[in-house]
C-alpha cells in the first residue's frame, strides 16, 4: 500500500466502477470515481496544475493572494493547493450554489464572496467580472479557469490517459458536461487522438446554451437551471465545443432523480452534474444497437448536496420530487 507525502500526491489516479443495477440497454457504463479525490471532485486536478503553472511563469509570487471564480469545486480544489501552499484565498461563487461548498470553503480559510446567480457575462456582478475586478484592484492572482490552458492540460495530461489505460483502449463513447470546458477539451482530444471514431458526447443543462449548439447549430438565449458546475451561458475560450458530436438536454428533475436512483442502486453518492451526465450517458447507452463500451464521471461528492438534491423538502419546494 503506498505512503503519500502530502495530500496534493493524492490527487488524480482515481479507480473506476462498472454501473452494475441499471439499464444500459446492450452498453456496458462504466463512471470514473473523480468524487474520490481528497478535495471531492474532479477539480482538484486542475488547482494543482493551475497553481502550479502560474508559479512556474513566475505571475504568482509567494504569499500573493490567489482569487477564482467557481462554482465551488474549483475553489476547495485550490483551498487544498493554497493551504499546502500558504496562499491566502478569495472565491467568488453564484449565490445558487451549495451551503454546503460555502461552508467547506469557510472552514478551510478561504474568503467567500457570493454573488448574484441570475446575471450574465458583462454585468458588473458576475461572478468571473467581478473576480476579475477585485484582482484588478488589488494585485490579486486571478486563476481564471475560463481562458488558462493549464486546466485542459491535467485533463489531457492525467484523467485522458487514465481513462485510456482503465479501459485498456476499449472505449466507444465518453460523456460529460462543460462548466469551464476544461474536461471536454482535455480528455475529448487525448482520446480523440487515439480513436478517431469515438463518441464525445456533452451532457448538458436544459437552459444552458451549449446542446443546441452541438446538435442543431442554433444560438439560443441562456435560461437557468439548479444543477451546479455545468452549461454555460457563453462559450469559455478553452472550451472546444466542436470536439462533441453529440448532445443531451438533460432537465433538473431527471439529473436529480438519477443521482438519487446511482445512490440507491449503485452505492455511489454523487453531486447534481454528476447526475446530468449519468442520465445523459444511460440515454446514449439505450438508444445503441450494437454492444458499446461507454465511460461517464462522478464529478464531485453528493455530501456537497445534503440540503439539496438529497434533501426531500427542498425537493418537493422545487416541484422535483417524484410522485
Ligand atoms: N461538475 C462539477 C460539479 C463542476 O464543479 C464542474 C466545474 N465547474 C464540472 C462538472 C465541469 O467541468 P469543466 O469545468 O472541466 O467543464
Not at 502560474?54 to 462554482?71: C, F, N, R, Y
Not at 464529478?299 to 425537493?315: I, Q
Amino acid at each position: 500500500m503506498q505512503v503519500f507525502q502530502n495530500v496534493l500526491e493524492m490527487i488524480g489516479n482515481t479507480p473506476m466502477v462498472k454501473v452494475s443495477n441499471m439499464d444500459t440497454g446492450p452498453c456496458e457504463l462504466y463512471l470514473k470515481l473523480e468524487h474520490l479525490n481528497p478535495g471531492g471532485s474532479i477539480k482538484d486536478r486542475i488547482a494543482v496544475s493551475m497553481i502550479e503553472a502560474a508559479e512556474k511563469s513566475g505571475k504568482l509570487k509567494p504569499g500573493m493572494t490567489i482569487i477564482e471564480a467557481t462554482a465551488g469545486n474549483t475553489g476547495l480544489g485550490l483551498a487544498l493547493v493554497a493551504a499546502s501552499k500558504g496562499y491566502p484565498l478569495k472565491i467568488v461563487m453564484p449565490d445558487k450554489m451549495s451551503a454546503e461548498k460555502v461552508n467547506n470553503l469557510k472552514a478551510m480559510g478561504a474568503d467567500v464572496v457570493r454573488t448574484r446567480s441570475d446575471v450574465q457575462k458583462g454585468h458588473p456582478e458576475y461572478y468571473q467580472d467581478m473576480a476579475a475586478r477585485l484582482a484588478e484592484e488589488n494585485g490579486y492572482y486571478y486563476v481564471n479557469q475560463f481562458t488558462n490552458d493549464a486546466n485542459v492540460a491535467a485533463h489531457y495530461e492525467t484523467t485522458g490517459p487514465e481513462i485510456w489505460k482503465q479501459m485498456d483502449g476499449k472505449i466507444d463513447a465518453f460523456v460529460c458536461g462543460v462548466g469551464s470546458g476544461g474536461t471536454l477539451s482535455g480528455v475529448g482530444r487525448f482520446l480523440r487522438e487515439r480513436s478517431a471514431t469515438i463518441d464525445l458526447v456533452l451532457a448538458d443543462p436544459e437552459g444552458s446554451i451549449l446542446e443546441p449548439l452541438v446538435n442543431r447549430n442554433e444560438k439560443v438565449e441562456a435560461g437557468s437551471w439548479l444543477v451546479e458546475g455545468i452549461g454555460e451561458d457563453f462559450i469559455p475560450d478553452i472550451c472546444e465545443i466542436k470536439l462533441a458530436n453529440k448532445a443531451y438536454a438533460i432537465s433538473d428533475k431527471e439529473a436529480f432523480r438519477v443521482a438519487r436512483e446511482v445512490l440507491v442502486k449503485e452505492g455511489v453518492m454523487v453531486g447534481s452534474s454528476s447526475g446530468t451526465l449519468i442520465a445523459a450517458a444511460l440515454q446514449y447507452c439505450r438508444e445503441q444497437t450494437e454492444p458499446k463500451r461507454v465511460v461517464t464521471l462522478a464529478c464531485d461528492t453528493g455530501n456537497r448536496y445534503l440540503s439539496k438534491l438529497y434533501n426531500d423538502e427542498w425537493m418537493a419546494a422545487q416541484n422535483l420530487l417524484e410522485k
